[in-house]
């Protein structure tokens, strides 16, 4: 058995076969490689830039390409139009390895937003730029803090009003509807708060990426609230009894846990900034 292409090949192939079409105007990686980041289990994003009226004439070469070094196994198209505006698919081979599938966006040379402020998606690693399209603008920080002051304010009425969620199904005898708004609800509010005072220029990247951009003391205190919407830990909290059903009548100690990060919750908000959000 001849062992699985591999990412380096992959990769590759499809610049070496974009470039040698003129009418793709640009090719980059974006991903963990714009960090610098990316290991031996890392997937490709790659961007491409093609004229406007060649974008499907592009995912067919990259499909073709692809063709040729294994069959396609799997194959996503994002419904049009895509919440970022792009056109983009995901492609996995019979013979790489699953780690490495493709994520594909092609855009036209007219679009608002290609996603390149080293600020957010750091520093694109560019194939090839035929026309310098490629050229963002820096984010202009007094912006970025008013928009996080218009989150902190969302985040407070939001919380004010759903933070009840929680310990409402706990009540009702509910553990997966109380973990599903434990997790949606309490810490997706207070992930979101972390990340404009520590990371106001990523601030609605929710819950990925932490362990980058947050504070290594930070990342300690959140990790546990986690692990204590665990169902393990709300097993405990709540009694299994036999054949899987679950009994809410001793979930004091769950409601104890939600009440605590609610405070915490509050310590977090009551300490960013109103007036510079991203202040550190």
């Known amino acids: 058995m001849s062992?699985?292409?591999g990412r380096t090949r992959l990769l590759q192939a499809l610049i070496d076969r974009c470039q040698a079409a003129p009418w793709i105007l640009a090719a980059w990686e974006g991903g963990s490689a714009a960090f610098g980041r990316e290991d031996a289990i890392s997937d490709i994003d790659l961007v491409l830039v093609a004229e406007a009226e060649r974008v499907e004439d592009a995912f067919t070469l990259v499909e073709n390409t692809l063709g040729e070094l294994s069959p396609i196994s799997d194959r996503c198209r994002l419904p049009?139009?895509?919440?970022h505006g792009h056109s983009q698919a995901f492609y996995r081979l019979r013979d790489a390895s699953p780690d490495h599938f493709i994520d594909l966006v092609v855009s036209r040379p007219d679009a608002k937003d290609l996603f390149l402020q080293p600020e957010r998606h750091g520093n694109a690693r560019m194939a090839f730029d035929r026309i310098g399209i490629v050229d963002p603008a820096p984010l202009d920080?007094?912006?970025?803090d008013e928009e996080n002051h218009g989150r902190v304010e969302s985040i407070r009425v939001r919380h004010r009003l759903m933070g009840v969620l929680p310990d409402k199904e706990l009540r009702r005898g509910k553990p997966v509807d109380a973990l599903a708004f434990y997790q949606s609800v309490t810490l997706r509010h207070l992930v979101e708060l972390l990340r404009i005072r520590h990371d106001p220029f990523r601030a609605t990247f929710g819950l990925r990426y932490l362990d980058h951009d947050?504070?290594?003391?930070?990342?300690?205190r959140l990790e546990p609230l986690f692990s204590s919407g665990t169902r393990s830990n709300w097993?405990?909290?709540?009694g299994r009894r036999k054949r899987g059903s679950w009994n809410c009548s001793e979930a004091e100690d769950s409601r104890v846990s939600t009440r605590r990060l609610a405070e915490r919750f509050?310590?977090?908000?009551?300490?960013v900034p109103h007036?510079?959000?991203?202040?550190?």
């Open 266 to 271: 509050s310590v977090v908000h009551r300490s």
């Open 141 to 144: 920080r007094n912006t970025i």
């Open 80 to 83: 049009e139009p895509t919440w």
């Open 275 to 280: 007036r510079d959000c991203g202040a550190t």
């Open 214 to 220: 947050l504070p290594a003391d930070v990342r300690r």
């Open 3 to 5: 062992a699985p292409i």
């Open 235 to 238: 097993g405990r909290n709540c």
